[in-house]
């Protein structure tokens, strides 16, 4: 037993090792080469972790954050449902695709951000017009995400279902759904980062506050640090981000044999 | 008809009369029906209650699809079919289908597997649960009852699958190539486990297969089919003690009956023949072949 815990820690320490030791090399790089070689535009890893510590206690790089966060929630909850619904029709209904897949495919392959001057001119500088632009961007990996999974249920189960006279409900919620959520859960993943990316970028264009604004506005007043800080903290989100998505998802879909997907 | 006179004393749990079937073509010229494919062609088949009946046949003789017929997964074009007496209009809870490929669902456990029909006869979840429980513990496979179905080997999957269409209590089963997909010994085990569960129920069954041994094995009778299209060319008694263990398939009776569904497969050139079904009645088998564009 011992012998087997002493070989399970080596183990562990052995795998943070081999997950972390690139970052820390890199980090330490940006502390040392600083030293040695100045340049406004690089400062060094310890200036920006001050930077970020003061606008953290200030309350700047809350706010920015929430806000940013707040945008990105409501913009992916709302482009999650609607990408999920209207999914189900495409995928279930041959007709209903037949007629909206040209427009879709158009719509899909129009860049989001290229759309942002015109949400802002529509309505406004505020929260909404960025929260309905991250609707828009992730509203298609949903909708193309959810289509897939319903035209990949199983038609064996789907018989196996009807052989036990399940009605149209029934067989909704208890084949096609649970048939397609592996596809809208990696859809879901894919348009939680996708929102960061867009809220970004929304930002940058026209906002009051938010992390995507913090950046712009310190860079093009020359406050480097403050940019870098943001920046680091947007990197930040991005990883917590993923990973909770990711482990949703895994966790809602143990009943898959992993073993034959890796 | 004088048939309906004999058949009064005895209600049969399976009926068909002469059922047919026919894929229309959706490339019509000039309103001809050339592209038509007939699958199944006057199939006529009584089964009483209790009865294991076999259906041997060569791949694509329409075998599998005369029982999603009976399952009311798919309509009949010409002839009509029965269960309990009942026509046919769809899926219902008085048979179940088990399938070649298992159909287990792969997000619910062996236990959620087994209460689906259940859940849709809308039984309450603590009846539900021990209901499932009994059939899983049924088929031996209580310990399992928590894991999902990739975990379970084919066999095991089978003898679910089977455990989830008793679950709702059907009077008919109806098992397409049901053991096609596992290993020899595994198969072996799964008929001994079938014929008891069969004892111990006392339901309905008719067993589609290709395997010649395994539709004398199993059944009381053995039914015939050639393809081309799809008829019951024969169906013979299995007059042969129960309960049957392995030793039987080296009896000569066996052997004899295997012989002659043997020679009633391999014998395609001659299409038509007097039968014996059986109640005793003589009917004419499978008429002249059809051409098939």
Redesign the interface.
Known sequence: MKMQDKFKIKYRLLSLFESTVVIIVLLLVWIVVPIFYKNMYAPSLLTVLAELWKTLLSGELLLNTYTSLKVCFFGLLAGTVSGIVLGLLLGWYRKVELYLDPILQVMRNTSTLALLPLFVLMFGVGDLSKILLIMWGTFFPMLINTTQGVKNA?P??I?????????NM?LFF??IL??A?PYILSGFRLSAGASLIIVVGAEMLGAFHGLGRMVFFSSTNYFIDKMYAAIITLAILGVVVNALTTKLEDSLT????KS?LS | MSESKEHRNNIYRIRAEGVGLVYRSNHRKNGADSGDFRALRNVSLNVKEGEFLSLVGPSGCGKSTFLYIL???RKLSEGAAWINETPIT????DR??I?Q?Y?L?????IRKNVE??L??KKLPKKERRATADRFIELVGLSEFADK???ELSGGMKQRIAIARALA?DPDVLLMDEPFAAVDEQTRGLLHEELLRIWDKTNKTIIFVTHSIDESIFLADRVAVMSPCPGTIKAILDIDLPRPRTPEIKSDPKFGSYRNRVWQLLQNEGERTEEITSADGRKRLGAAPQEAVI
């Open positions: 199983d064996t189960l018989s196996s279902a009807r052989s036990m006279s399940v009605g029934g208890k084949v649970p048939s959520s143990k009943w898959q044999d034959v | 399952s009311g997964l769809g899926p219902a809870l179940g289908i399938m490929a159909a669902f792969p997000w619910r456990t689906f029909g859940e849709v999902y179905p990739y709702y």
